[in-house]
């Protein structure tokens, strides 16, 4: 023993000692072997197990497809936003925006020539537009026709499949009566509607209350009254 009471190690002992931790160490180094081999059987073979690079990018280029166009983000504006950009709002872009005035833009949007028209900045166009409450406020509805009621009755004139494309085609025509296929419109100048027929108009004889837009292929007049369509 030392002086201080405690045993003496003996150079038996440290050895023992040493050789316990190694083999310990030995213990713990092969656990983890076989633990890493087995995660490793778990997750391999790669190749049937990760997917592909290629495969990845086919995925993607799927998808793009399959996500609408509009949800995309745009790096370019649109063909018909760059005329617009270059030579300023024409009226299919300022009539939905007028005050007062939707129930006819509404209208003009719901039928494909009209609209199409409206939309040309190489045609000029004045749009005679009725105020809401003028439309609301007409004896009969714009697609209702006192020919229609005679021919066909009060019941049967606007039912049936046939009885709506008169009531649309009535329509189209209340729409066309007020679209005057000139700019400007000076006064005293007579002009057919965009309806045709042997209907004309002069600016003297329209109550106008103003007149709202001025674009490059046209001008929007809000009016206080209808155009006589039949």
Known sequence: MAGGGIPALTMCDTFKMKDSGVIKL???LLALTSSTAALWGFSSPINSRQQPLQALTDQQSIMDKLIP???KPQTAAPKED???QADGPIISDVLPK???INIFAQLTRDFEPIA???NDPSKNIT???PRNSVIQALPRKPWEDPADYSKFGEVEAYEGQEGQDRAKGNLQKFAEAHLIPASPWRAGEEVETLGGGETEIQPGNVEVDSIAEKVSNGEVWVLNGV???R
Do not use: C, E, F, Q
């Open 26 to 28: 030995l213990v713990l």
């Open 82 to 84: 760059l005329s617009g």
């Open 227 to 229: 155009i006589n369509y």
């Open 127 to 129: 749009v005679l537009a």
């Open 69 to 71: 166009d509009i949800l």
């Open 98 to 100: 007028t005050k007062g």
């Open 116 to 118: 199409s028209r409206l």
